[in-house]
């Protein structure tokens, strides 16, 4: 067979291929003006050790998007599977921007005051390192300045696999 390096992969077929890959659930959030922002990433992962190094993909088409390119600092908290409506309302357009946080439990980071998830399973927050342009995405890259792990009241990670939110649970 000869490789041939053209042709067009359909968006639909891209999802559909990419939803065989279970990934983490976390919640991004930054301040911009005073004003808090969130959304929910799948599209997270650890970079380097040494510096630690983290990044996330944040939609272009999306507020946040400019929101966590303006403010430079931005956090992280990695969802338990008890956090699934918080999920389901962080990935959805159009919240109301100053009451999207109301009735979600969360705390200022120490370093960045980014809003953080009460009982997430770990939390980071990072200072942007670099960004990248994804396509219609921007990789951004951050140093972490702190993290936790903390006792989660529900142990199990929330998780995308498939189009659905799971749990999985350790051991």
Same mark, same amino acid.
């Given at each position: 067979?000869?490789?041939?390096?053209?042709?067009?992969?359909?968006?639909?077929?891209?999802? !559909?291929?990419?939803?065989?890959?279970?990934?983490?659930?976390?919640?991004?959030?930054?301040?911009?003006?005073?004003?808090?922002?969130?959304?929910?990433?799948?599209?997270?992962?650890?970079?380097?050790?040494?510096?630690?190094?983290?990044?996330?993909?944040?939609?272009?088409?999306?507020?946040?998007?400019?929101?966590?390119?303006d403010c430079? *600092?931005?956090?992280?908290?990695?969802?338990?599977?008890?956090?699934?409506?918080?999920?389901?309302?962080?990935?959805?357009?159009?919240?109301?921007?100053?009451?999207?946080?109301d009735g979600?439990?969360?705390?200022?980071?120490?370093?960045?005051?980014c809003p @953080?998830?009460? $009982?997430?399973?770990?939390? @980071?927050?990072?200072?942007?390192?670099? !960004?990248?342009? $994804?396509?219609?995405?921007?990789?951004?890259?951050?140093?972490?300045?702190? @993290? $936790?792990? $903390?006792?989660?009241?529900?142990?199990?990670?929330?998780?995308?696999?498939?189009?659905? *939110?799971?749990?999985?649970?350790?051991?």
């Amino acid at each position: 067979m000869t490789p041939d390096p053209s042709g067009s992969i359909e968006p639909q077929d891209f999802r !559909t291929a990419m939803s065989r890959f279970a990934s983490g659930i976390t919640i991004m959030s930054t301040l911009q003006d005073g004003v808090a922002h969130a959304m929910t990433a799948n599209a997270f992962t650890s970079v380097s050790l040494d510096p630690p190094l983290v990044l996330v993909c944040v939609d272009k088409g999306v507020r946040m998007h400019d929101a966590v390119l303006d403010c430079g *600092y931005w956090a992280v908290s990695v969802l338990a599977d008890g956090h699934r409506e918080i999920a389901e309302r962080f990935a959805k357009s159009g919240r109301d921007l100053y009451s999207q946080f109301d009735g979600i439990d969360t705390q200022p980071g120490p370093k960045t005051g980014c809003p @953080l998830i009460e $009982g997430a399973l770990s939390w @980071l927050e990072c200072r942007t390192w670099a !960004t990248y342009d $994804g396509g219609d995405h921007t990789i951004v890259v951050g140093e972490v300045l702190s @993290l $936790g792990a $903390g006792e989660p009241t529900d142990p199990a990670a929330l998780i995308y696999y498939a189009g659905h *939110y799971r749990a999985l649970r350790g051991r």
